[in-house]
């Protein structure tokens, strides 16, 4: 019997430039692998094989996907056996907290032939540059968007009802918590709820919260509140003691798209675009933050201006896309250079070797 996947994103492309959430996600575990290499030197695939591997033989993973490669993933987490391997190169650079004893290096570049790779060093160059710019272009068209999303947001802001909004949070909390506590320290794991990738905005909300006894979508728009209350639920559940999975948005990392709470069975999530969904299960819950928290008429009376407001967002948006796509076309041209230099025996004999120190792992947990 073969385990579960939950599939997220922990680093992001957002208006703030690529942000990292590792470190939550990483914390506790008592042995990580950080690779290092080049563009394909083979270390997504090192890890997919890891994680088909282990999970054939029903452990339960975590994978870690690359919001500039849909195709790619940048980490393997099995909890189980206190494990992870991640991606240690830039953008998403991870610096060991017990060096040796917990994380280890593993460097793929032992794998490559040097002398193939400085025959291409004005081709290599000249691609990472070009990279490089094509992401600050993307981050630059990101914070444009967050200014004109901000414009947005201050239609509803300003016919906003804040009693109204404190109350229905208050609904909440009382139907989620009533008066349930554990007598434990929460552990909170910070993620996000979907990234912007080379081919839009993507996301993994039907596999998050599959099993879960009830969810809540929030409908409303921007500014009306939406984050506030889930932050609001996140220490609340904190506080009382609740494992927390903290849901960061995708494009403002300083906004929260989505809280589970497995051991209550539920998740509360922003199912707005990009992120749309309505209801599928028959325990699915909508709660409406534009009819309880703003103004009746707002969307009529601001109607030219909002419609003229989220043309220019979508725009930007898009041209945002357009770089990171870029971006992934170079990538694909540099990983060329890099296949051609590898030995990948090597390579497979490098993931051998943390295979086996997994099964060591395993057996000793058995016969603990």
């Known amino acids: 019997m073969t385990g579960k996947v939950l599939n997220y994103f922990a680093g992001g492309n957002t208006a703030r430039g690529f942000y990292s959430l ?13 690779l290092k290499g080049g563009p394909g030197t083979g270390k997504s695939s090192l890890m997919k094989r890891l994680g088909k591997q282990w999970n054939a033989k029903g452990y339960n993973l975590e994978y870690l996907h690359c919001a500039s490669d849909n195709d790619s993933i940048d980490g393997l987490i099995i909890r189980e056996l206190g494990f992870g391997i991640v991606d240690g190169t830039a953008p998403h650079i991870i610096e060991p907290r017990v060096p040796g004893a917990v994380e280890q290096y593993i460097n793929l570049g032992e794998a490559w032939d040097a002398a193939k790779l400085r025959e291409k060093r004005k081709e290599i160059e000249g691609l990472s540059t070009q990279i490089s710019r094509a992401f600050s272009d993307a981050y630059a068209c990101f914070a444009e968007a967050l200014k ?18 404190n109350a229905l949070t208050e609904e909440l909390l009382a139907a989620f918590f009533g008066k349930k506590e554990l007598e434990k320290k929460s552990t909170v794991r ?17 596999n998050l919260t599959e099993g879960l006894a009830k969810r809540y979508l929030i409908k409303g728009r921007p500014g009306s509140g939406k984050s506030t209350m889930l932050k609001k639920i996140a220490s609340e559940a904190e506080r009382r003691g609740f494992d927390a999975e903290v849901y960061h948005c995708g494009f403002d990392p300083n906004s929260l798209d989505m809280v589970i709470v497995r051991e209550l069975g ?65 990538h694909d041209d540099l990983e060329d250079i890099y296949v051609e230099a590898m030995d990948f025996l090597l390579v497979e004999k490098m993931a051998e070797k943390i295979h086996e120190e997994l099964a060591a792992k395993a057996a000793s947990l058995k016969h603990s």
């Open 22 to 34: 590792y470190d939550s996600n990483l914390a506790g575990l008592d042995r990580v692998f950080i």
């Open 148 to 165: 004109i999303h901000d414009e947005w947001e201050r239609f509803y802001i300003e016919n906003m009802d804040f009693k109204a909004a």
């Open 190 to 206: 910070h993620r996000f709820l979907g990234a912007a990738t080379p081919m839009g905005a993507v996301d993994f909300v039907p």
């Open 266 to 330: 539920f998740a509360i999530f922003d199912s707005t675009a990009p992120h749309e969904y309505y209801p599928d299960r028959e325990s699915d819950e909508i709660i409406d933050m534009y009819s309880r928290t703003i103004a009746p008429g707002t969307d009529e009376l601001y109607e030219e201006e909002i419609d003229s407001v989220g043309k220019r967002y979508k725009a930007k948006m898009a041209e945002a896309t357009s770089f990171l796509a870029k971006a992934n076309s170079l």
